[in-house]
């Protein structure tokens, strides 16, 4: 008995030292390309166009489309979202600042940008994986799908827009803030 372990124990050994090395490899991408969101989001966008034009051409995998989207949804949400959501907050005693003699906090996403893309990405992958097997494309009529899904949206996103102005939050910050007032010149010679 000890020896058919053994034996199973050796044949695994070089899928596990494969599986090690092509973390270590995927991790070292993977931190190179935190510093480039613009490149990052243009190959989440390729994988994207790859992924439709798949369910485009095999005119199908519409259910797989819309769970996509759902979860696309949910990331967004996240993504929309403080860290600590001021209603909860508001519970507490602690507020965000309405005043400006009140304390600056700065905006905190729920779900930072890299995990964002990096989830979308992962989710466009997945899903195109999942339309190389029959058995997920289930007849639908993608019509329907697709106006749930913008309602859902919508309604969502109406939601989220109504929290922001409520509590007065922008969850994009564009560029480095500048102050109005008077400008200092000096002159060098």
């Not at 190959?43 to 439709?52: E, N």
């Not at 309405?98 to 990096?118: G, H, Q, V």
């Not at 560029?175 to 008077?182: D, S, V």
Request: proline share 6%.
């Amino acid at each position: 008995m000890e020896g058919v372990r053994g034996d199973a124990a050796a044949a695994m050994a070089p899928i596990a030292k494969w599986r090690s090395e092509f973390s270590k490899v995927f991790q070292l991408y993977l931190d190179k390309s935190t510093p480039l969101p613009l490149q990052r989001w243009l190959g989440t966008l390729v994988v994207a166009a790859i992924y439709v034009l798949r369910v485009y051409y095999v005119q199908g995998f519409y259910v797989i489309s819309y769970g996509l989207g759902i979860y696309v949804l949910n990331l967004l949400i996240g993504f929309l979202s403080p860290k600590v959501d001021p209603e909860i907050e508001a519970l507490d005693g602690a507020f965000l600042p309405t005043k400006e003699s009140d304390e600056f906090k700065p905006f905190i996403r729920r779900l930072p940008e890299f995990k964002f893309w990096y989830a979308i990405t992962k989710a466009f992958a997945v899903a195109f994986l999942l339309t190389f097997f029959s058995v997920f494309d289930v007849p639908v009529f993608w019509p329907v799908l697709l106006c749930y899904w913008i309602v859902l949206f919508i309604l969502t996103m109406k939601r989220q827009i109504t929290h922001m102005i409520k509590y007065k939050y922008v969850p994009f910050n564009i560029g480095k803030q500048t102050y109005g007032g008077k400008k200092s010149h000096v002159a060098r010679h």
